[in-house]
Structure formats: structure tokens, C-alpha cells
């Protein structure tokens, strides 16, 4: 099945005015296809096609454009290499503020990870080297679930330590330190222990 390259997921949502004070009218919220929020360029280019604003979504995902003249602009989330979505015909919505949300998923040849995140490939395998099959595991992100052979691919965050965590119903709880450093795709194995059986 053909991989959809972008997804935008909703286009607005309005909410109640606000005091003209407090207005940010644009709200851009990008995430992968995992649910992690994603870092990526984000750009606001005016009725003529030129570039208004560029900024960036933070670690949260989010970036913002507060305030900007008449017309049709356009947003363009991600660089234009590949797979990026632009949102077209968006007029400032005084006095009430958009929220687009958006989905990216990755250029050809980078797993399903891109922006400020990577891909960690783990193995997981009992004391007696065979699979821990089944086995829950996560970092930053959602937990996923091993297949039978212990293997799962788990996101993590570029140029930043973080925590695995392993466990399961047949399975100790078990932590181990995880960095993908600037690579975008590591190997890990990880030893969990069976709990004791119950007599």
C-alpha cells in the first residue's frame, strides 16, 4: 500500500474570541504519524508568495504565527525537499484564532521517523537468549509492543538521552539508557528477565 506523504488531519478549529490583547491568531500543531510531536520548519507566505514569516514548531509541535496582514496566506509546514503539506487560502481570523493540525510522515528511506525525532531498532531477548516475545517498551513517545521474535520499533528524540522502559505480564520491569545521538536509526538489544513462576 502506497505511503500517503503528508496527511493534514484538521483543517481549523475556531474557538471563542478573545481579548484582542491575548489574540495569537494562527496555531499550527504537527505531529508524526506515531503521535510524537515533531520539530520542523514552519513558513507564512503572503497573498504575493512572499515569505512573511519563518519560524519553527516547538518541542511540542507547535508553532504560531500571532499576528499578519489582509488576504490569502499560505503555510508551508516542512521543508520543501520532500513531503511537507501547505495550507493555502488562510485569512487572519479576527478576533477568533485556527488551530491546524497536522500529520507528517517521512521522506522515502527514513523509517518513519524524521524532524527532531529518530528511530530506535530493538531486540529484546530473556537471560536464556530467546525473544522476549510480547514484551511493552517505551521512551518519550507511545509504548509499541514487541512481535514474537522481541522486535519493535520504538521513537526517540534526536541529541537526547532518555529512558527505555520494558515490561510485561511475563516480564520484570526493566530500564535502560537510550540515545540515538545524530544518527537517525540505532540498534539496541535489551536482556529482561522473566518474573519468577508462582508455585
Known amino acids: 500500500m502506497t505511503r500517503i506523504s503528508a496527511l493534514l488531519c484538521a483543517i481549523c478549529l475556531a474557538v471563542s474570541p478573545v481579548a484582542a490583547a491575548d489574540l495569537c491568531g494562527v496555531k499550527v500543531r504537527v505531529a508524526s504519524d506515531t503521535g510524537m510531536p515533531l520539530s520542523v520548519p514552519v513558513q507564512l507566505f503572503g497573498p504575493n508568495g512572499k515569505l512573511v514569516r519563518a519560524t519553527?514548531?516547538?518541542?511540542?509541535?507547535?508553532?504560531?504565527?500571532?499576528?499578519?496582514?489582509?488576504?490569502?496566506?499560505?503555510?508551508?509546514?516542512?521543508?520543501?525537499?520532500?513531503?511537507s503539506v501547505m495550507i493555502r487560502k488562510v485569512h487572519?481570523?479576527?478576533?477568533?484564532q485556527y488551530e491546524f493540525r497536522i500529520v507528517l510522515t517521512p521522506c522515502a528511506g527514513r523509517?518513519?521517523?524524521?524532524?527532531?525525532?529518530?528511530?530506535?531498532?530493538?531486540?529484546?531477548?530473556?537471560?536464556?537468549?530467546e525473544p522476549a516475545s510480547g514484551v511493552e517498551m517505551a521512551a518519550s513517545g507511545p509504548s509499541?509492543?514487541?512481535d514474537k521474535y522481541g522486535r519493535a520499533s520504538v521513537p526517540l528524540r534526536?541529541?537526547?538521552?532518555?529512558?527505555?522502559?520494558?515490561?510485561?505480564?511475563?516480564y520484570e520491569t526493566t530500564g535502560v539508557p537510550?540515545?540515538?545521538?545524530?544518527r537517525w536509526r540505532i540498534e539496541k538489544q535489551v536482556l529482561v528477565k522473566r518474573r519468577a513462576s508462582k508455585r
Open 56 to 83: 519553527e514548531s516547538g518541542r511540542d509541535g507547535v508553532a504560531e504565527f500571532c499576528d499578519f496582514g489582509f488576504g490569502q496566506h499560505s503555510i508551508l509546514v516542512g521543508d520543501d525537499s520532500c513531503n
Open 178 to 182: 537510550i540515545e540515538c545521538g545524530d
Open 92 to 96: 487572519f481570523p479576527f478576533p477568533e
Open 111 to 129: 523509517g518513519a521517523y524524521f524532524g527532531n525525532s529518530c528511530e530506535a531498532y530493538v531486540r529484546a531477548v530473556t537471560e536464556s537468549g
Open 158 to 170: 534526536l541529541d537526547k538521552q532518555e529512558q527505555l522502559t520494558l515490561w510485561g505480564p511475563e
Open 144 to 146: 509499541v509492543r514487541a
